[in-house]
């Protein structure tokens, strides 16, 4: 099993609508989780940081975290085409690994007009 | 403006040559990591460092050696053991190891083997 998993996609949604995107994590103890954004041929770039469950929004973008069920989530709503690119799930462990931050695999999403 | 630079862009290796790529950021941020980024794939971490004149190996090290002589500078040096070394290489930093700290990224170097 992978530490983090992504649907790879391609997730395609007109413009408008609500992207969901997912993430599963498999360490109990990670503690900190975030979405970078990267779009094609360039570095990743932060858009969202959670560390409590429940929801936290920011403009267009929410981040939904439960522990229990070890699953993070981001919703994009009014999606625009500039949101096309790659979404990154990252986790960063608490235990003994400090600092080691797991990606995985990116999912794409692309939003058409 | 504060940020992190990596050099060069695109940098082709040959065959049994060793290769440096440079990172370096003016965020006064303690820690620094390095990542590898192949075609359709999430990051892997390479190396990362804490504090100046002490790193530790992350999940992917072979083949690959790093220094930390200057808290601003973070070079990885891709060696002639690493066999498939072609990728999108990927600094990062942040103010330290701590679980809530964010992780800053420069804008890469792709590697390219001749």
């Known amino acids: 099993q992978k530490e983090v998993e992504q649907n790879s996609g391609p997730l395609s949604v007109p413009e408008g609508a609500i992207a969901s995107l997912n993430c599963t994590y498999s360490?109990?103890?990670?503690?900190?989780f975030f979405w970078y954004r990267q779009y094609s041929g360039k570095s990743p770039e932060l858009i969202m940081s959670?560390?409590?469950?429940g929801d936290k929004e920011d403009g267009r973008f929410t981040a939904q975290l439960n522990k229990a069920s070890q699953y993070v989530s981001l919703l994009i709503r009014d999606s625009q085409p500039s949101d096309s690119a790659t979404y990154l799930c990252?986790?960063?462990?608490?235990?003994?690994?400090?600092?080691?931050?797991?990606f995985g695999q990116g999912t794409i999403l692309t939003v058409h007009p | 403006d504060g940020g992190i630079t990596q050099s060069p862009k695109y940098l082709f290796r040959k065959e049994g040559q060793n290769v440096t790529l440079s990172c370096e950021q003016n965020?006064?941020?303690?820690?620094m990591y390095w990542y590898r980024q192949d075609p359709g794939q999430g990051l892997r971490l390479i190396y990362y460092?804490?504090?100046?004149?002490?790193?530790q190996k992350g999940d992917i090290a072979e083949g690959y050696s790093v220094s930390r002589e200057k808290k601003e500078s973070f070079p990885l040096t891709v060696t002639s053991a690493q066999k498939n070394p072609t990728a999108f290489y990927l600094c990062?930093?942040?103010?330290?190891?701590?679980?809530?700290?964010?992780?800053?990224f420069g804008p890469g170097t792709r590697l390219l083997v001749l």
């Open positions: 965020l006064n941020h303690d820690a």
């Open positions: 460092s804490q504090i100046v004149n002490d790193f």
């Open positions: 990252a986790v960063l462990s608490g235990g003994t690994s400090y600092g080691k931050l797991t």
């Open positions: 360490d109990r103890v990670s503690q900190s």
């Open positions: 959670i560390y409590s469950n």
């Open positions: 990062a930093s942040s103010i330290g190891l701590r679980p809530q700290e964010t992780q800053y």
